[in-house]
């Protein structure tokens, strides 16, 4: 990495605190207007334009405790885990050690938006970036309160349980693999990112200030791109017909594909998905619910928004494709032994 690409003062690096003083204003703009607001104020909005706002706050609410979470957590990380504490008692096989690395989400059962700072910090304490991905997807899928969450809701019914965890792990190993054999790996971060690496690597100064100045960064990068999801995410749910998704229901290649395009638009967290799907559960046949829980831990559009903060636009478009090829076939496969 070069140092060049590191400029601690530069446009690219002050936008994030801009975007992030942007979001809090709106949020405090809002929750001033819902609290010293008349009740009738809302009756001037349109019916779309309140379940906009009311859907885009749902998914910022739900999601902004679980991204501190893992901004804690990954601080923690980068200050108190030995450099090589991972790197040492991992397996040196790269199919073993993905495997391991993609139960840690046992340990760690933090959801999907949460694992996004934490993948950074275990990129900044040698993960590569194919490993960080097998972790990123498989650990909101391959975590105690998934696991029994989704048994509440769907108990052994149709496999779909053992389904999505057998298929969380799978494709998130499928995307480690394909990535760890790319040439030029830090090619898939963004310059930023890179930098950060940089900038921390060389930081001796005491843990207490290193703390404040990364939990800084990390929310000056993080929520930025979380107000930005969770509205796109409002909007979309305001523009797809639910209707529509439900005619496609009944047909066994098109529910999948039905499921896995709401799964992107209402962008929930994955402790509690399976029971937002359950409620589609007589409508849709069991290899769209698979493909529903699969995809939308691994990808979505609050998801991109935040990973956009570490991976190039560019890596983020094939992660995509990758993901959503090996959902859709889980998908088929269950329905046609279904």
């Known amino acids: 990495m070069s140092r060049a690409t590191a400029p601690t003062t530069s446009p690219r690096v002050r936008r994030p605190d801009v975007l992030l003083g ?11 207007i819902r609290l010293l607001a008349p009740p009738e104020t809302g009756d001037l909005l349109s019916d779309a334009a309140q379940d906009f706002v009311t859907l885009s706050a749902s998914v910022l609410i739900e999601s902004l405790p679980f991204v501190f979470l893992g901004i804690l957590l990954s601080i923690g990380v980068q200050l108190f885990l030995p450099a090589d504490f991972l790197t040492r008692r991992l397996p040196r096989n790269g199919f073993a050690r993905r495997a391991l690395i993609s139960l840690l989400g046992v340990l760690l059962p933090v959801c999907e938006c949460g694992n996004v700072p934490l993948a950074r910090g275990l990129i900044q304490r040698g993960l590569t970036v194919g490993e960080s991905m097998t972790f990123l997807l498989a650990a909101p899928i391959l975590n105690p309160i998934t696991i029994i969450t989704t048994y509440q809701a769907f108990g052994w019914s149709d496999g779909i349980l053992v389904s999505r965890i057998a298929g969380g792990f799978v494709i998130a190993n499928l995307v480690g693999w394909v ?25 001796v100064s005491a843990k207490p200030r290193r703390a404040a100045r990364m939990f800084a960064e990390e ?7 979380l107000f930005v999801g969770s509205a796109i995410a409002g909007f979309i749910q305001v523009a797809v017909s639910r209707e529509l998704l439900i005619e496609l229901g009944q047909n066994p290649v ?25 409620s589609f559960g007589s409508t849709f046949m069991p290899g769209a619910i698979v493909a529903f829980l699969v995809f939308g831990p691994m990808i979505d559009v609050k998801m991109l928004a935040l990973l956009r903060t570490t991976f190039t ?10 993901v959503a090829l090996a959902t859709a076939a889980l998908g088929l496969g269950v329905n046609l032994v279904a």
Do not use: K, W, Y
């Open 254 to 278: 098109a529910s999948v594909f039905a499921l896995m395009l709401l799964a992107f638009v209402v962008a929930i967290c994955s402790n509690v998905d399976a029971f937002f799907v359950l």
């Open 179 to 203: 990535f760890s054999r790319h040439p030029q790996p830090m090619s898939l971060l963004t310059p930023s990112f890179q930098a950060a690496c940089e900038r921390e690597h060389s930081d």
């Open 219 to 225: 929310t000056s990068a993080m929520l930025p791109a």
């Open 22 to 32: 942007i979001g809090i204003a709106a949020v405090l703009a809002l929750v001033a």
């Open 313 to 322: 636009a560019r890596t983020l478009v094939a992660l995509t494709a990758i």
